[in-house]
């Protein structure tokens, strides 16, 4: 038996290789086929005017990143959207467990909640401005009203997953409701809260920067609508090229790991 797991192990490592391997080329040759028609388009469709090629992006960010500003730039933008998703957070979290565990409040919460949620993200980002101005609290409020919807409905479809058979079984064991909110609740509603805050982050990251873009005194909108005052789209697409960067990094190196390690009890299909 152990030698014919040995053997299986060793038919499936070279496999999951290959698979990793055509993974990495698939992804390089997407990236070498988008800037080999970024290029194309930047000099033959329209002229590099109007339309930087990616090296001329490329050396305008580098140059950004040596000045210091990427980091104080990205410093007031994430700063924002991290107190607008902790208030999204304390609204859209009891909302969630009172619809997942009433079917009173679903009623009542569930339609503005859905109707929260459709609004258009440019929505939020004029109605900041109109309320608040030029400032702080704009990007703050349009980040919370974005994410809530997202995190309340997740909540609240986690709790109404939960196995009503589970929690019968821990009270017949006479377990505690701490240990049934750990091993039973938890584990249960983690998932589909990590989905919708991961869904939600993403929508609040265009939003806060539209937000900028129309009324803030800093942050990455801002450099963008400055950017664009001094007609300079070589440093608007910059300032966006680093946007992207930054995203990708943080969803590969911050957001896929914290998945992978709220859910290392979960059998992976690579493994098996």
Do not use: C
């Not at 080329?25 to 990236?31: C, N, P, S």
């Not at 009433?102 to 980002?125: C, E, L, M, N, Q």
């Not at 196995?163 to 821990?170: A, G």
């Amino acid at each position: 038996m152990g030698n014919v797991a040995v053997q299986g192990l060793r038919v499936r490592a070279p496999g999951l290789a290959g698979r990793r391997w055509r993974q990495a080329g698939a992804v390089v040759i997407g990236w070498a086929a988008f800037f080999g028609v970024w290029a194309f388009a930047s000099e033959v469709l329209f002229n590099p005017y109007r339309l930087p090629g990616p090296l001329t992006v490329a050396d305008a960010m580098w140059t950004i990143v040596k000045s210091g500003d990427v980091v104080t730039t990205f410093k007031a933008s994430l700063g924002k959207i991290f107190l607008g998703f902790g208030l999204a957070a304390v609204l859209g979290g009891p909302i969630g467990f009172l619809m997942g565990r009433s079917r009173y409040w679903k009623a009542f919460f569930h339609d503005p909640v859905v109707v929260a949620g459709s609004v258009p993200g440019i929505t939020y980002a004029v109605l900041a401005l109109v309320i608040f101005g030029i400032g702080l609290e704009g990007p703050i409020l349009a980040v919370a009203l974005v994410s809530m919807p997202f995190i309340a409905l997740n909540v609240a479809a986690g709790l109404e997953s939960v196995d009503s058979t589970l929690i019968t079984m821990s009270h017949a064991y006479r377990r505690r409701r701490t240990e049934i909110l750990r091993h039973v609740l938890i584990p249960t509603i983690t998932p589909f809260v990590f989905a919708g805050v991961r869904l939600s982050f993403a929508l609040a990251w265009k939003v806060e920067a539209l937000t900028e873009v129309f009324g803030s005194s800093d942050g990455i909108g801002f450099m963008i609508r400055r950017s664009y005052q001094l007609f300079s789209v070589t440093d608007v697409l910059a300032w966006t090229g680093l946007f992207v960067i930054f995203m990708l990094l943080l969803e590969r190196f911050v957001l896929v790991r914290l998945e992978r390690y709220l859910f290392r009890w979960r059998p992976r299909e690579a493994a098996a």
